[in-house]
Structures are given as C-alpha cells and as structure tokens.
C-alpha cells in the first residue's frame, strides 16, 4: 500500500562522509522539530540508526579514492518522516566483491525473529574485538534489534569495480 | 595505584577510575572515532588494577568497589568494548572484591535498561539499575 502522507525532510545530505561530517549531521538532528518532538524512546532509536548507518558508510564503504573517481556517487544520508515513521536512508559506494558478505549479512537480520537476533547479537558481541571491529555486523544486528520492519537494500552496479549501495531503516514513533 | 580520569567529549564519555576515592564511573555518550584506542588504556588500566589487588595484603585489602554506568548513548561498537570493561571488571570479583554496578537509564529509556541487563548477564555480574529523570 502506498502511504498518503507526505515525507517531510528532516536531513538531505550527499557528499564525502569524514567523522566531521558526522558531528555536523547529528547536531541538524537534534535541532531538527521534528526530532525534539519525538517520544524518548523513538528518538534514542532514531538517533542510534543515525549513527550506526553512517558507521556502515565507514565500515564498508569503498573510500575516498572511489569517491573521486565517481563524482556523481557520493554518500547519502536521508531522514525523513511519514506520518508517524521515520526513514533513515544510507547510500555509498561500494567494492563490488563486497557485496555477497554485505547481502549475507542484511538478509540473515532480515531473516530472524527477536530472539534469533538477540542470541546472535550476543554471538558477536562475545568475539574478539579485532574481529567485532570490522565487518562482522554488529552495527546491523542493532539496528534489526531497533526496527519492527526490514531493512530495505538495494546494489546498483556503477561499472566493474563499484556499486552504489542503498539501505533504509523505518523507525515507529 | 594512578587514577585515571578522561574528561568528556561530544562522542567520547566521562571517564573516573580512581582507587584513592574508590569512585569509579563511566557517563556520557560513547562513540569515539577510534572506539578501540579510546578502551585499550581503559581495560589495560582495569586489568593492572586487578593485579595490585591480587597482590594485597589479606589485611590491608580493598573490600568493595562500586562502578556506576550513566551511559546517555553508546555505539555497537562501544558496546563491545563496554562488554569486555564488565568482563575485567568481573576478575575482580572473582579475587573476593565486593563489586557493585549502579547502571542507570532514563526514565522510559527500555532500550537502555535492556541492554544493561543483557550486559549483566553476559558478564555474570549483579547489576543494580537506577531509573533517572533525564
């Protein structure tokens, strides 16, 4: 069903993501109306998917250099509010061979119940921190473990050696 | 042994570890650009403080610690490297140290107070959760 509600825009950023940029997105959220009016909890989770979501751009994203190369396919970052959801979306490219451990790892969150989720959470959680690090999604199962709906995702293959990934979080008010 | 204090930043949290006052707290937000260089000094701290206690005298030793935990947001990330501050922490009640956590959330923050539970039970440690107004 197509929802009637009009989307307002609360964030609409594209460009390079440093961890400046990530201080300077967070502050336009917390100024944001939309954002203070937010029942605590919802905002506690919509602020934590913020966060993780652009974790994700740095954790997976194909860097600086691809950036340059690809000028038109610079990260994203989109919040917005639907009546009473909010959608956090995130875009950036990515390192084409990534993307099978990427999709592994967004339909096995998509996949399990609460419970599977919070045993696996705490799976990876309790590995050594080298490998909790980088890569092993722990930012993903968090942000599972916050939404009653799928992440949604898409790859778009730029050329050869990059695709443009895109994924986003519905957060209930 | 030192204290170790580290003040706070907009991503990083309070930090007082401080054996002289026997106060020891963690508070603020966690989100550090090196979440691991930000916890390495902490946990290294923690586990030479689990040292000299081992190695005090039966009579002149530190019986009971209390560590409070008023963590406002904390990144996956961070939480990994809070688990393994409980885990350290955890050898020290296993030397006959009374340890308690106060972990506090805020008022309707179920999130947080799930979260500390899970960190409580996958420490096997006792915590103590505090409600607070803001």
Do not use: C
């Not at chain 1, 790892?105 to 705490?122: F, G, I, P, T, W």
């Amino acid at each position: 069903m197509i929802s009637m509600s009009k989307a307002e825009v609360i964030i609409d950023f594209k460009g390079p993501i440093s961890f400046e940029t990530m201080e300077m997105l967070l502050n336009k959220l917390r100024s944001a109306k939309e954002f203070t009016e937010m029942r605590k909890p919802a905002k506690k989770r919509l602020y934590g998917t913020v966060v993780e979501s652009i974790d994700n751009i740095y954790k997976y994203g194909a860097g600086d250099l691809a950036a340059l190369k690809n000028k038109k396919k610079m990260p994203l970052l989109v919040v917005e509010r639907k009546g009473k959801d909010f959608t956090v979306t995130v875009g950036n490219l990515v390192m084409s061979e990534n993307i099978e451990d990427l999709r592994f790892k967004l339909d096995r969150v998509n996949q399990l119940d609460m419970e599977a989720l919070k045993s696996l959470y705490e799976d990876v959680i309790n590995q050594e921190a080298g490998e909790a690090d980088r890569g092993a999604g722990l930012g993903l199962i968090t942000m599972a473990l916050r939404t009653e709906k799928d992440i949604e995702y898409s790859f778009v293959p730029v050329d050869h050696e990059f695709s443009f990934f895109k994924m986003q979080i519905t957060i209930n008010e | 042994m030192e204290k170790l204090i580290i003040e706070p930043t907009l991503n990083s949290p309070r930090v007082i570890l401080d054996p002289q006052k026997n106060q020891f707290e963690f508070s603020g937000e966690s989100r550090p650009e090196n979440v691991r260089n930000f916890y390495l000094p902490i946990l290294e701290w923690l586990e030479k403080y689990a040292g000299e206690l081992s190695g005090q005298d039966k009579s002149n030793r530190t019986i009971s610690i209390q560590i409070q935990f008023n963590l406002e947001y904390f990144n996956s990330t961070s939480a990994k490297y809070i688990l393994d501050v409980f885990k350290a922490i955890n050898t020290m009640s296993d030397l006959g140290i009374e340890v308690s956590v106060r972990w506090l959330y805020e008022e309707d923050d179920e999130d947080m107070l799930e979260v500390g539970m899970e960190m409580s039970r996958m420490s096997k440690l006792t915590f103590d959760y505090v409600k607070t107004d803001e």
